[in-house]
């Protein structure tokens, strides 16, 4: 990234620095920026070969590795894919709570310490009985523009330091369906973990959050708080 | 206009400018060579490298960051920092701006993981005034003609 940035600067400020009335000074500066990057890589690299050799180590990999994806997909929780994987996982399943399956037709959510990722059409289909808590990570504002019918708000960032907060959703036995504004949605994957350290299980999340769910015309409202 | 002209050119305008962005970019590097770790986590949100050269990026981003807030604050070739901090804001301004149109949900690591503030106009805005500010720090104190 640093070397894209110098190009970027000698052809970019180049051209100014030619329209300045005494270039020799301009074609200094830039030799000068060049040299700040160089040492500021040569500087960056030496010190994360020290933090590889220190001890602790503190230093990065060369070479990132394409992070180890802490994602845990329902299985069959899309007819699609249902009809499509032939190899089917088995979790036991350790939760009291599972005899209650609140409706037939619903996707069992295994008890896992990790959230579980389930497909928007899941979310649905829990979201038209009513088997599962949903939990909004957005910020308030972005909430009260629009949030899923019955959704709690429960911000990422206020949720990191409430653990209180947390522990106050009463799920009724339900599992917890978290989502964000769209994309990665790293943040309702952030909730849901703080949801599973709080004590509570079965967390999941759908990708896509708020965005893929107003895309697909589902239904949404608007307002405060005070409606639930 | 004249007069915001001769302000902006004036050397202590320049230098005050030199001097905050110097600032920011001191802590904003302190903070991520501090925790390489979280910030290559932060680098590989934005999804913008390839997976290979995000931890490169990562390891090198802040001492560039930290070389050229010492070149502005130290008044070493200041001109030549701020041309480097209005470069780095450059890639910033774009991270963000792109991140934000993908519409990521993501923290953006500005000044390491104390700083929660999530990609959003917010965050461009200040990325914005930044820029301009280096930019203001480049600027040579001549008369204007």
Redesign the interface.
């Known amino acids: 990234m640093a070397r894209h940035a110098s190009w970027k600067r000698n052809h970019g400020m180049g051209e100014q620095v030619g329209a300045e009335r005494s270039s020799r000074q301009g074609g200094g500066t830039v030799r000068s920026a060049v040299l700040i990057v160089a040492v500021g890589v040569v500087l960056g690299i030496a010190y994360n070969y020290l933090g590889l050799l220190g001890n602790p180590v503190f230093g990065l990999e060369w070479l990132a590795r394409p992070p180890e994806e802490d994602v845990y997909v329902l299985e069959g929780s899309d007819p699609a894919e249902e009809a499509a994987s032939g190899e089917d996982e088995y979790i036991e399943v350790d939760d009291p709570m599972a005899v209650f399956a609140p409706a037939p037709d619903l996707p069992e959510i295994p008890d896992l310490p990790r959230p579980i990722q389930i497909q928007m059409s899941a979310a649905k289909k829990f979201f038209d009985a009513e088997g599962a808590v949903f939990v909004d990570a957005r910020d308030e504002a972005d909430y009260v523009l629009g949030h899923l019918p019955e959704a709690l708000n429960l911000p990422f960032d206020v949720a990191a330091t409430d653990p209180a907060l947390l522990e106050s959703i009463d799920t009724g036995g339900r599992p917890i369906i978290t989502y964000c504004g769209g994309g990665e949605c790293e943040t309702s994957i952030s909730l849901a973990w703080f949801l599973l350290e709080a004590g509570h299980t079965r967390v999941t999340y759908f990708p896509n959050g708020y965005s893929g769910w107003e895309e697909a015309g589902y239904p949404v409202v608007r307002g405060g708080k005070g409606e639930e | 206009m004249q007069a915001l002209a001769v302000f902006l050119r004036h050397p202590y305008t320049r230098r005050a400018a030199q001097i905050a962005i110097g600032v920011v970019f001191l802590i904003s590097g302190l903070a991520k060579?501090g925790d390489?770790?979280s910030f290559?986590?932060e680098v590989?949100?934005f999804?913008m490298?390839p997976?290979?050269?995000?931890?490169?990026?990562?390891?090198?981003?802040?001492?560039?960051?930290?070389?050229?807030a010492l070149?502005l604050l130290l008044a070493i070739?200041p001109?030549?920092?701020s041309?480097?901090a209005?470069?780095?804001m450059?890639?910033f301004l774009v991270a963000v701006g792109v991140a934000q149109a993908?519409?990521?949900?993501?923290?953006c690591g500005c000044f390491g993981t104390a700083d929660?503030t999530?990609v959003g106009w917010i965050k461009l805005g200040e990325n914005l005034v930044l820029f301009g500010l280096s930019a203001l720090g480049?600027l040579?104190g001549?008369a204007v003609s």
């Open positions: 060579i390489l770790q290559a986590l590989h949100n999804r490298l997976v290979w050269s995000e931890n490169l990026a990562a390891m090198t981003l802040p001492w560039v960051e930290l070389i050229a070149s070739r001109r030549a920092g041309v480097v209005a470069a780095l450059a890639v993908r519409g990521l949900d993501i923290t929660g999530r480049y040579r001549q």
